[in-house]
């Protein structure tokens, strides 16, 4: 709480891609005021669950006042989320999309439809299939960023738009199954090649399989709203914001599972720069579903 700064923001930081404390890359980047206001809703939840109510009130109304904030200073007078506070050319930036994953910014809302579209507009690659990750001038800012793709895909299926995600999971499966199974960290912009770390974890596999439960998510509950009743506005208002007196965190998790298909034609004899042709579906390409199920309902209990 202590990085909050009067006018609502948290302090700038190097937040989530390559960009250095101290060679001035230090802004106030979306991206970290997202998952400020989301650290501190669970942090809030937490502390309820061990009797701190105090604490959980502390926590509770900093996260308020981060959310707040994010809608006075940080849509673009298009209509869109910023990537960063600062003044910039180039203000698109794909990790903004954690916003509408995770409900802080009601999900179907306006501002989530004007940020996809620009997404759309300015992010797409080359090959037509998937996303950059921003309008850097690096050749790593220019690749297909799977983890952009995976949470691009939860993104689109909570603003209505359930066919373009699931090509951009049938695009990352069919690709996988050509390569051995392995999910890359990158594709190459124009021929979709593989690139980058083979197999990425987090940045790949972890979201593609996030990407899995909010589809099985979808087909078992209604799109979410707008978190703790903020309005989906440039001003969100006086509201009662982040319950502290929950023992949840707040905002709808990435917690459900679907094993996705693929291609049909299982992992071909080519190497790992094999580009996927198709998006028919067929064999999946997580053979552990009865585990990764029991784990889902585990989940579930706590």
């Known amino acids: 709480m202590s990085l909050a700064t009067d006018d609502g923001l948290l302090k700038a930081d190097s937040s989530i891609w390559e960009t250095h404390w101290d060679n001035g890359a230090r802004q106030h980047w979306t991206w970290s005021q997202i998952w400020g206001s989301l650290g501190l809703k669970a942090a809030a939840a937490l502390a309820v669950r061990h009797g701190q109510q105090g604490l959980a009130d502390r926590y509770a109304a900093t996260a308020d006042s981060l959310r707040f904030a994010i809608h006075r200073k940080l849509i673009d007078p298009d209509g869109f989320l910023r990537g960063r506070l600062e003044q910039t050319p180039v203000p698109e930036d794909a990790a903004v999309i954690e916003a509408f994953c995770r409900s802080l910014i ?11 579209a620009r ?10 299939h998937g996303y950059r990750r921003n309008l850097g001038p690096s050749d790593y800012d220019a690749m297909e960023w799977i983890v952009i793709d995976m949470r691009m895909a939860n993104a689109l299926r909570w603003a209505g738009l359930a066919t373009e995600a699931e090509a951009l999971i049938r695009w990352v499966t069919d690709q996988s199954r050509r390569n051995f199974d392995l999910i890359a960290e990158n594709y190459s912009p124009d021929g979709s090649d593989y690139s980058g770390a083979i197999p990425m974890i987090g940045f790949g596999a972890g979201a593609y399989v996030l990407a899995l439960f909010a589809r099985s998510e979808a087909a078992e509950v209604a799109p979410p709203g707008p978190d703790a009743g903020t309005a989906d506005a440039t001003s969100p208002g006086a509201d009662t914001g982040t319950s502290a007196t929950t023992t949840d965190g707040g905002a709808r998790s990435d917690s459900s599972l679907h094993v996705l298909a693929d291609a049909g034609g299982g992992a071909e004899d080519s190497g790992c ?12 390409l997580v053979p552990t579903a009865a585990l990764l199920a029991g784990l889902l309902r585990a989940r579930r209990r706590r």
Request: with cysteine; aromatic share 0%; net charge neutral.
């Open 119 to 128: 997404l759309k507009s300015k992010l797409t690659v080359a090959s037509g």
């Open 273 to 284: 720069g094999c580009e996927a042709g198709g998006l028919a579906s067929g064999a999946t």
């Open 106 to 116: 009601d999900p179907s809302g306006p501002i989530a439809q004007a940020t996809l």
